[in-house]
């Protein structure tokens, strides 16, 4: 984890140091062993370090060298790999810095070089001869680079706030963004909530020059790629090599590691590995959550069964006593933007100080496993697609046994959808039915859910009902087959927008997480895979299950529930911060009429803290969440700034006031 920022005068205006010092300055928290500036005339570029590996102790960035000058945020992964390749096998391994290879590979591959890393990585280079800028980011955006582009000017930085620092830079609210939080829509992979400030999109990268910039993707998944193995046991083997290579390699550090423990399969399995690496006299911190209060989020009955295993030193963050709105204006303040996912506040945020203030400084951490193994329900639809409905059936029957649901139920619902629905008569009817929703729809032209929840004008100012629909179908066309099921899971875009917060949230306390499931290697082989690999005879994920035996507990190799956070998200929320809620959306809602229908999100929440309410409308508790995360992220904006996306937003403040 550190900072990177630069500014390129496109129009050859010289670079102001003072300007340069702002930005090291502002993103200070990212980096507190080592601060440095270059500059060269209408280029400049920054770095705050934080040391995370053994050969960052002899970094000193930015770095100049052969007409080259790169400043970097990196891990790099597969450095023997690289060392090889570049011919640097005479210098001693343990020399040779992560920035130093990149810049060799620049040297060697030029803009291809992105292609040989592996790794997390976030970095810019200024090529004298060409005078151009190359920036790259890794495969899935663990590493942030956000960036403003003009006719005079380009500016990058690990932050939003350093790219402020230049007051020729306009903060204004970016609609869109907004529309896009709303509705659950990230998979525009370039835009923020600020206008004219962008993200480098994952597994891409850019050149500018004076005649513009040029963005391009390196690697994709490889949709022709298939692994086959002659037996079960040979799939897990391999598995479990490259996943242990994954844990290993983020295992490299200068200073203490510890790791996430939720109990769940993903954060259980990087643990296991992890102290099966580590020397045996060496005990590793883990982090979990737990619930007192709560109990029904509590996972104590397996994470006790990994600590059980020993030479674990754990520790523990009682979520209960944290609301999604703990340490709100510190997460703003660091965050630049919303946050989506309310178990942030309560749990990342909160389990991240924790490991600051024991003294840990990388966290390895299970983020979405489930992702990157799949559960392989596309393979349900598929057997249906292509007709064989007794292999169907099996399967079926193995989940139902396994979740304890109805086999026939199941079987049913996919005869239904690919044989009887699409019968002749079936399709006229939902044609005639179509056309009369339509007629007789008064509002014709805005999906019944937009009207009713979100201010009219911001729906067609911004055209959300054409945004939503996009994503319904990339939604509904990625579950025909396991493989593309699997593509789309892999390639959605919460997962950069929530690596990102991630990031910033570990900056606040400088430290950093890693993500052995998201290792480029695994992804790759995990998505080559047959479908039986990822779903048979109703196990989900089980080829990860297989290559665990004998490292994880039992009772967690096979667990099939995964804890919802729901109880706690309702109680944080609807009780413990029932003041703030009531305040926002009844006396302070002004900013947020600009988006929302506030008097149905008024009619929603009176609906939520009824004492006849028997059970919260999770979808009701989602909008109601968002709502107030929004509304709080623009008073915080306009609070401290003073920018407004809009005029209306203006005049709404000032009634505030």
Partial sequence: MSAIAGIFYIDKKPVERNHLTKMLDILAHRGSDGANIWSEDNVGFIHRMLWTTPESLLESLPLEKNNLVITADARIDNRDELISALELNHLPKEKITDSGLILAAYQTWGEQCPEKLIGDFAFAIWDKQKQQLFCARDHFGIKP????SSDSIFVFASEIKAIFCLSEIPQVINEERIGDYLIGNFDDLAITSYQNIFRLPPASFMTVTSEGININSYWSLDVTKETRFDSNEEYAAKFLEIFTEAVRCRLRSCSNVG???????????????ARKLLPEEQQLPTFSAIFDRIKECDERQYINTVLKKGNYQPHYLNADLRTPLTDINKIFEHEDEAFFAPGFAMMTWGICELARDKGVNIILDGYDGDSTVCHGSGYLHELAKEGYWLRLWQEIRGVAKVYNESAWQGFWNYFYTYTLSRSKPIKLWRKI??????TFSIQ???PQSIYSSFNLDFVRRIDLKQREQKLEEIENSSNQTCQAEHYRILTQG????GLEIFDKAAAAFSLELRYPFWDKRLVEFCFS???????SQGWSRIIMRRAMENILPSEVQWRTSKMDFTPNLVYGLLNQEKRTLKQLIFHNYQILSNYINTEILQSIYDDQVSSEKSKPDL????????ATSLGLWLNFVADNNGNFSTIEQKESLQQIG
């Fill in 145 to 148: 680079l956000y960036y403003h």
């Fill in 259 to 273: 790791s996430m423990l939720s109990g769940g399969l993903d954060s259980s399995s990087i643990t296991c590995v």
């Fill in 433 to 438: 039915k179509g056309k009369l929703r339509k």
């Fill in 444 to 446: 014709k032209d805005l």
């Fill in 494 to 497: 919460i997962h950069a927008f």
């Fill in 529 to 535: 895979l047959p479908p039986e690999q990822k779903l």
């Fill in 619 to 626: 979808k009701d508790i989602r909008f109601i969440w968002r």
